[in-house]
């Protein structure tokens, strides 16, 4: 094995020239297309969802190996990708991302044609063996971009670099649900795949044109036993969380994953440290921790997705369930959210460039904070206005967080491992939403089991076990069963906002306690030309 060494690492100017591209903001526009045919796929699978399970005959359990396969898919394999690009080029594996993504986004869309020709499988199980796939071209590809604009930008434009990405994603974001919600009602379910066709072939062209390759020129081989435990370690927890509020937290399957995730993260640890003292090439080399900021930045980022997809999940079912609205109609709702982050995230990286990551992303998280309790406080027949402060208040302090967060991990960590902190930060926002989904979805499960007897009153007295169980997974979803008299509706309706409320109040309390963490960050790209010690 080759020995560790310290090497230089390129000055922020010379990385800008002989990096990622000469023109620093053209690779920001190449990698930005790659990142939008993954966020608007994400968007415009839950509105397609109705409609598959009509289509395809599919079971809820097949709806959600849809959704799991792939989030199981794209966590795992974050961080191994991200070292893939390291090793053997970003431009390689992001491009190598794109393209298998727009074929499998294809392929999902061609479900019930490739059941046809394959023996003994069925369109709905094509269609979640092609999310998986698309989940594993998915992380290939999102380390892969971040890396590429953290060579291409000096250190001093990183985090306008990171505020325009920002900006590109809350655009992305905000055109998901129109756009799936158009094509879901005017076209079809597979419309929604086959339109990262055309944006996958535009992100290729400009990709292989624009963008010229960064890697790390002292890493030659993979630690396969490292991306072994690493990867059934991400596994244990991600399926854990997934699975958890089906089997219950005290489960003894849940404990016995969780202890499962804990030997395989600990003997992953152990044998990087091994690794590295026999002189060997560790997957995550341990010492990218020892940078305060990055270990916190990484945790920053975890709690932040836990608040905000946590409880951003219940604001479908509330406008879908208990306003009954279309899914347009709700994407339109939720339009200022995304709309303010269009207008938030470069003014997130012009504030942290004049004020320092700690400033602004405490204010955010704040404002943030405020935000959620708005939404606390959100009536059972709250107007677009009633909805529309909170959502904007909530791009403009999540804004500062994720910019300033993605900043911190990738702009402290060594060059020749920015791949691995690109797979670190969307390792940590994928855990950290499972996590707020699963969490404080059992927090609201718990609360309307607790309200929905008191909202029936003498009603719930006529109701055997069985009937008042499936009243209460209704109430979940905000969904009361038809044919049922207005009183069982309205405690339906009625104990899922009880239940939300109290999501979104732990969810605030979530902000205000990790605003205190801020405090311990600095900004990225500080220790350019210092020894960075790899291996």
Request: charged residues 10%; aromatic residues 8%.
């Given at each position: 094995m080759a020995n560790a060494k310290a090497v230089d690492a390129p000055s922020s100017p010379e990385v800008a020239k002989t990096g990622a591209g000469g023109n620093p903001w053209l690779v920001l526009l190449a990698v930005s297309l790659g990142v939008i045919m993954v966020m608007l796929d994400g968007t415009v699978v839950g509105i397609a969802n109705p409609v598959i399970q009509v289509d395809l005959k599919a079971s809820l359990s097949d709806l959600q190996w849809v959704t799991s396969g792939y989030l199981l898919a794209l966590a795992v394999f974050l961080i191994t990708a991200g070292k893939l690009g390291d090793l053997f080029g970003h431009k390689r594996v992001f491009l190598i991302g794109v393209a298998g993504f727009a074929v499998t986004s294809v392929g999902i869309g061609l479900s019930a044609e490739l059941a046809d020709i394959i023996p003994g499988i069925t369109p709905v199980g094509a269609l979640i063996g092609l999310r998986v796939l698309q989940g594993l071209f998915g992380a290939l590809l999102q380390p892969a971009a971040l890396a590429l604009?953290?060579?291409?930008?000096?250190?001093?434009?990183?985090?306008?670099?990171?505020?325009?990405?920002?900006?590109?994603?809350?655009?992305?974001?905000?055109?998901?649900?129109?756009?799936?919600?158009?094509?879901?009602?005017?076209?079809?379910?597979?419309?929604?795949?086959?339109?990262?066709?055309?944006?996958?072939?535009?992100?290729?062209?400009?990709?292989?044109a624009l963008i010229k390759d960064s890697r790390a020129k002292t890493f030659a081989r993979i630690d396969w036993l490292g991306v072994l435990l690493l990867s059934g370690a991400m596994f244990a927890l991600v399926w854990t969380i997934i699975k958890a509020p089906e089997w219950g937290w005290g489960d003894t399957t849940t404990l016995g994953f969780l202890a499962g995730f804990v030997a395989l993260i600990g003997a992953f640890v152990l044998w990087q440290h091994l690794l590295k003292q026999r002189g060997g090439q560790p997957l995550v080399p341990l010492s990218l921790f020892?940078?305060?900021?990055?270990?916190?930045?990484?945790?920053?980022?975890?709690?932040?997705?836990?608040?905000?997809?946590?409880?951003?999940?219940?604001?479908?079912?509330?406008?879908?369930?208990?306003?009954?609205?279309?899914?347009l109609e709700a994407g339109l709702r939720m339009l200022p959210m995304s709309a303010g982050m269009i207008v938030a995230s470069p003014l997130a990286g012009f504030a942290i460039g004049r004020l320092g990551p700690k400033v602004t992303m405490a204010g955010g998280l704040l404002v943030t904070a405020g935000a959620m309790f708005l939404m606390s406080r959100l009536g059972i027949d709250?107007?677009?206005?009633?909805?529309?402060?909170?959502?904007?208040?909530?791009?403009?302090?999540?804004?500062?967080?994720?910019?300033?967060?993605?900043?911190?991990?990738?702009?402290?960590?060594?060059?020749?491992?920015?791949?691995?902190?690109?797979?670190?930060?969307?390792?940590?926002?994928?855990?950290?939403?499972?996590?707020?989904?699963?969490?404080?979805?059992?927090?609201?499960?718990?609360?309307?089991?607790?309200?929905?007897?008191?909202?029936?009153?003498?009603?719930?007295?006529?109701?055997?076990?069985?009937?008042?169980?499936?009243?209460?997974?209704?109430?979940?979803?905000?969904?009361?069963?038809?044919?049922?008299?207005?009183?069982?509706?309205?405690?339906?309706?009625?104990?899922?906002?009880?239940?939300?409320?109290?999501?979104?109040?732990?969810?605030?309390?979530?902000?205000?306690?990790?605003?205190?963490?801020?405090?311990?960050?600095?900004?990225?790209?500080?220790?350019?030309?210092?020894?960075?010690?790899?291996?």
């Amino acid at each position: 094995m080759a020995n560790a060494k310290a090497v230089d690492a390129p000055s922020s100017p010379e990385v800008a020239k002989t990096g990622a591209g000469g023109n620093p903001w053209l690779v920001l526009l190449a990698v930005s297309l790659g990142v939008i045919m993954v966020m608007l796929d994400g968007t415009v699978v839950g509105i397609a969802n109705p409609v598959i399970q009509v289509d395809l005959k599919a079971s809820l359990s097949d709806l959600q190996w849809v959704t799991s396969g792939y989030l199981l898919a794209l966590a795992v394999f974050l961080i191994t990708a991200g070292k893939l690009g390291d090793l053997f080029g970003h431009k390689r594996v992001f491009l190598i991302g794109v393209a298998g993504f727009a074929v499998t986004s294809v392929g999902i869309g061609l479900s019930a044609e490739l059941a046809d020709i394959i023996p003994g499988i069925t369109p709905v199980g094509a269609l979640i063996g092609l999310r998986v796939l698309q989940g594993l071209f998915g992380a290939l590809l999102q380390p892969a971009a971040l890396a590429l604009l953290r060579a291409a930008f000096p250190g001093e434009k990183l985090n306008q670099a990171m505020g325009a990405w920002g900006a590109i994603i809350g655009l992305s974001s905000a055109a998901g649900p129109i756009v799936g919600g158009v094509l879901v009602e005017k076209v079809s379910w597979e419309s929604v795949f086959f339109i990262n066709a055309p944006v996958g072939v535009i992100a290729l062209i400009l990709g292989i044109a624009l963008i010229k390759d960064s890697r790390a020129k002292t890493f030659a081989r993979i630690d396969w036993l490292g991306v072994l435990l690493l990867s059934g370690a991400m596994f244990a927890l991600v399926w854990t969380i997934i699975k958890a509020p089906e089997w219950g937290w005290g489960d003894t399957t849940t404990l016995g994953f969780l202890a499962g995730f804990v030997a395989l993260i600990g003997a992953f640890v152990l044998w990087q440290h091994l690794l590295k003292q026999r002189g060997g090439q560790p997957l995550v080399p341990l010492s990218l921790f020892a940078n305060r900021s990055i270990s916190i930045g990484t945790f920053l980022m975890m709690m932040v997705a836990f608040a905000m997809f946590g409880a951003m999940f219940f604001l479908g079912f509330f406008f879908q369930g208990v306003h009954g609205l279309t899914p347009l109609e709700a994407g339109l709702r939720m339009l200022p959210m995304s709309a303010g982050m269009i207008v938030a995230s470069p003014l997130a990286g012009f504030a942290i460039g004049r004020l320092g990551p700690k400033v602004t992303m405490a204010g955010g998280l704040l404002v943030t904070a405020g935000a959620m309790f708005l939404m606390s406080r959100l009536g059972i027949d709250a107007s677009f206005v009633d909805t529309a402060i909170p959502f904007v208040l909530l791009a403009f302090g999540l804004s500062p967080v994720f910019v300033g967060a993605t900043e911190i991990i990738v702009g402290n960590a060594p060059l020749d491992l920015s791949g691995v902190a690109g797979g670190l930060q969307q390792s940590a926002m994928q855990v950290g939403g499972a996590l707020g989904t699963a969490i404080l979805g059992a927090v609201m499960a718990g609360e309307i089991s607790d309200r929905l007897p008191g909202y029936l009153g003498p009603a719930a007295q006529m109701m055997s076990p069985e009937q008042m169980a499936g009243l209460e997974a209704a109430a979940a979803f905000g969904i009361a069963p038809g044919g049922l008299p207005e009183v069982v509706t309205s405690a339906v309706h009625n104990s899922f906002m009880d239940g939300m409320h109290l999501a979104f109040i732990v969810s605030t309390c979530v902000a205000v306690l990790t605003a205190a963490l801020t405090l311990f960050v600095k900004a990225g790209r500080k220790t350019e030309g210092a020894p960075v010690h790899v291996g």
